[in-house]
């Protein structure tokens, strides 16, 4: 699946429909999901016992080349990138999952071409970067460079404040990005959001025309695609409409919910996610990828190697013996890099990206039971922070029995915000659950917790059950053990 594709499966022509309709018989009820996501967890040992053949099988392949009479031997075996192809079965589909002689196959292969970037993109470029917030810069400094180019060489001095908007809601990396990359914080704007955290499309334009109004220059809007803490997914339809009117770069840091693009059931949350112009993913938050495993992809053709490119011929010879347009490391901002490609390839190759559609569709079912279970539990103290999740968060209080049916004073909400604080604690020294917990500020609301379900690990109902007994048992131990409640 290229770029072009992942982003259009969000648009919802008719191909796209029976493409969509066609998928969806993979699974026709919740059952069926269930029992496609039982038969990936049960082959979970395997996959864990494929680690230990990795080693053997890099020992056996001589990667390692410790041993001093091996150095003569030959460890790479050099093929043109068009045979390569031919060599090594890249193509990733959706339902084929690979046996673990198949993936060791693959993996001896991998080792004994040692090619670095696997990606087929067909249109639009993309990168891997380390970590999402690099990647929410890769769009900045991507906006920046095509609005005015002659900043990579005589910098930003005498422009006036190039602004970026983003919403109250979003990730802190986008601020940071603003002090890292010369913008300064107080032109990164922060924009309203709505009761579900989405970002207010009124706020955004009528926030563009004051800085307009003020003489900056608005260049760039961050929506969010799974928001940290709520999980919510900005209206990209709506937010690119207004990017179009005033011209601005529209990017999506879809790091959390990026990965809703395997889902079957779920993938119009990303609707409109075809019209920005970049966004970020990270396969290492739902997906489960091994950290960290970042991707920035934009739909600009050439806008990449165009900005970040150098010409630094000690180290991108351009009169090599292979077509060089598969060195892709100039695009980036590092030099060296690991083949970070490698490994959300693998993943995908070995289960066919359908299982994780499967998985993605279940933690967001298994997040809706879970709202279920908290709603039902409302007696026992469980309160929710939001009605409804767009995403695979949930948010909730745990009031315990001596702050029940009180009345909710200034002082009882402190109370009841230290609540989360102290029952994490007891978790790590307890050892029996992880689960975080967090406040949201602006929101002037205290700490509460935060579940996020994700494709690993695989969680069912009688868990979820564990979960909420533990935290009950927990908060009611932590207040006998204190005299003074929570304090
Ligand atoms: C929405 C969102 N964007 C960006 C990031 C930053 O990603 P990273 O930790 O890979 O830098 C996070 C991390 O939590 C996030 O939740």
Redesign the pocket.
Known sequence: MNSDQICNQSNGNEQQQQQQQQQQQMYNSPTDLINSVDSIRLKLTDDWKLLSSIYDLLVDEKAFCTASHEWNEKIVQFEQPKELKKLIDLKIDENKSLTMPEIEKICRQIIKYSISELCGYVHGDGIFSP??????MYGLVLARYRRHPNIKTGGMFGLPPLVLFTSQE??Y?LKKAAHWLGFGMNNCIEVATNERGQMSIEDLESKILDIKAEGRVPFFVNA?A???VLGAFDDFEKVANICEKYNLWLHV?A??GGSALFCYKYRQLLKGLHRSNSF?W?P??SMGAPL?C?LFITRELELLPQCNSLAVDYLFQQDKFYDISYDTGNKSIQCGRKVDAFKLWLMLKARGYGSFGHLLDYALDISKIFVNKLKQRKDHGFRLVLDEFQYTNVCFWYIPKHLRNLEETEEWNNQLYEVAPKVKELMIREGTLMLGYCPLQYRNVGNFFRMVFTCFPIINDSELDFILDEIERLAEQCHKHTSNGFV
């Open positions: 970590g999402g917030s690099i990647s929410n979003s990730h990396s969010t799974g928001t940290t840091d790091c959390l970020s990270n290492h938050k960290q970042s």
